[in-house]
């Protein structure tokens, strides 16, 4: 392959998964800038606790790990995992409430790309 293209894919993970990091960093800020860290469910902490994994994985990704593939699947699952969890009633959530059961695997296409950009040879026609 091509310098040229491995650099293009290569900046396309970096700023993808970048956009993800942001997003997660940005979440958990808005949940525990208040100070009142205590005072969380064990649901909220669970899912701040997958936003960590999924903001670790997402750097390696960034850095050429193979395995940070692995954990951003296994943590993204996690999170979705919790998130039927609530739709399912088991817990009270707000972000439930008027969502399809299908909503949730939204949250599988970003790391759908990032995978293929990593693993999919790309071959220019000229």
Avoid: C
Avoid at 45 to 55: D, Y
Avoid at 87 to 105: N, P, Q
Wanted: charged content about 15%.
């Amino acid at each position: 392959m091509s310098g040229k293209y491995l650099l293009i894919r290569r900046i396309a993970i970096t700023v993808i998964a970048g956009f993800l990091i942001l997003l997660h960093v940005v979440g958990l800020f808005d949940v525990y800038a208040t100070g009142e860290v205590f005072r969380y469910t064990a649901f909220e902490n669970l899912q701040s606790t997958m936003s960590v994994f999924i903001i670790l994985s997402l750097t390696l990704v960034i850095f050429r790990k193979r395995i940070g593939l692995i954990g951003m699947w296994l943590s993204i699952t996690a999170l979705i995992l919790t998130q039927y969890w609530a739709h399912f009633g088991f817990v009270e959530a707000d972000f439930t409430k008027g969502r399809s059961v299908i909503s949730y695997l939204r949250g599988f296409m970003i790391p759908t790309v990032i995978t293929a950009l990593y693993f999919l040879p790309f071959k220019p026609k000229y």
